[in-house]
């Protein structure tokens, strides 16, 4: 693209990020006729979902392929799987979202392998031009580096970020990192494992696992599992609050999330003898002990008593965020308690409070969308920050909004 458009030619759109968000958006934006690149920091479609491929989803095919999806597939004659069984991600990924990124319209515009670092604008600071059309009419500066370190730039005139969220929280107290968990990050992992793969690398361990929500949930499962089939393991689960309240849907119309939150709340009742619960207490420090010896974890309990306790393998189920740092030089309103875009994180909160179910979930409108930053858009899981109650089909309610918005401009 030519840097110095007309504001009536239709605008070059970055969509970053291939999951379904992104993938949605690129076939939105082929749609309705614009030029789009779309960018995927890993080396194939969907590189988040595929860390977690293994781990089986809540929702049924039926909720996780969009009506644009279906159309797109279908009239490129491929099988659209639509039944009521539930996919793990890997199999979303090649069921769905590699046949999707393999469609022409869109495999000609996708940068497999190109991760975007940073974006900004070209000659302004975040500082400058604050609220005026010159702004605007600026194009996006994005930098780029491939999977050989080698960095490059690229311009768009308009940016969406769907890249999801891929930065885990930190264990320690407070959300920062405790002391010594720095230099103890290599000895800890924040993804389910894959017992099928893995298992000689956890059985028999003492595995802390930090984190109740359902990741936390369906690790501990699978690590109780494993310590009662090889004899030996231990299992220590390290929750902040010292309730039994584990995101429970009353009347659940997704069973396998009843399931799997029962399970958990059968632990807490009757643990089984590989599972020691330490309730109402956080990471107060880490070390580690030496090369293969482990980690020393110092538990503070809500009256102020610390104990250490000595690990094999320290399993941090905290939750992830987005990386915020992708656009510190635009000018993006943030939620102070979510880290979401301002306005949307305001219309959830008025909508459903701090959290909900999320098959409740449905998005709120395209204004909510807009940034003080013109053209940049957060859409996605990002767009809910630390919020959990995120749906697939929420993020393309958000996309049919955005070139709404895009369609009323051109």
Not at 55 to 65: C, G
Not at 212 to 239: C, F, N, Y
């Amino acid at each position: 693209m030519t840097v110095n458009q007309s504001q009536l030619a239709p605008p070059h759109i970055a969509i970053l990020g291939s999951g379904p968000t992104g993938l949605e958006a690129a076939l939105a934006a082929h749609r309705g006729g614009f030029a789009f690149t779309l960018y995927e920091a890993a080396p194939h479609i969907a590189g988040h979902i595929t860390a977690w491929g293994h781990v089986q989803l809540f929702t049924p095919w039926s909720m996780n392929v969009s009506p644009n999806m279906r159309q797109a597939l279908e009239a490129a004659g491929q099988t659209v799987p639509d039944t009521q069984a539930c996919p793990t991600g890997q199999e979303l990924v090649d069921g769905l979202l590699a046949p999707l990124g393999r469609l022409p319209e869109i495999e000609k515009h996708l940068r497999l392998g190109h991760r975007v670092i940073a974006v900004g604008r070209q000659g302004l600071l975040k500082h400058e031009e604050i609220g005026s059309a010159d702004r605007g009419a600026r194009p996006f500066r994005l930098l780029l580096e491939d999977g050989d370190g080698r960095q490059q730039v690229a311009y768009a005139d308009m940016v969406l970020d769907c890249t999801g969220n891929s930065v885990a929280n930190a264990v320690g107290d407070g959300g920062i990192p405790a002391p010594g968990e720095q230099s103890a990050a290599p000895c800890i992992e924040h993804r389910i494992p894959d017992m099928s793969r893995e298992a000689s690398r956890w059985a028999g361990c003492t595995v802390l696992l930090i984190g109740s929500g359902h990741s936390a949930q369906t690790a501990l499962r699978d690590l109780v599992d494993l310590a009662t089939e090889h004899p030996g393991g231990k299992v220590i689960w390290l929750r902040r609050s010292q309730g039994q309240d584990l995101g429970v849907v009353e009347g659940d119309p997704l069973p396998e999330r009843a399931r799997l939150t029962a399970q958990a709340q059968q632990f807490l009742v009757e643990p089984p003898p590989c599972l020691t619960i330490e309730a109402g207490a956080v990471v107060d420090a880490l070390a580690v002990d030496g090369p293969g010896d482990g980690l020393s974890v110092t538990l503070r309990d809500h009256q102020g008593q610390t104990k250490i306790l000595q690990v094999d393998r320290l399993l941090a189920l905290t939750g992830k965020v987005g990386d915020h740092h992708l656009y510190r030089q635009l000018q993006i309103h943030e939620c102070y308690a979510t880290s979401g875009p301002m306005k949307l994180a305001a219309a959830l909160l008025g909508a459903s409070g701090g959290g909900g179910d999320c098959l409740a979930q449905t998005s709120l409108g395209p204004d909510t969308l807009k940034n003080p930053e013109p053209g940049f858009f957060i859409l996605g899981s990002k767009a809910y920050g630390r919020r959990n109650d995120f749906l697939m089909r929420v993020g393309w309610q958000q996309v049919e909004e955005v070139f709404q918005l895009l369609h009323n401009n051109h």
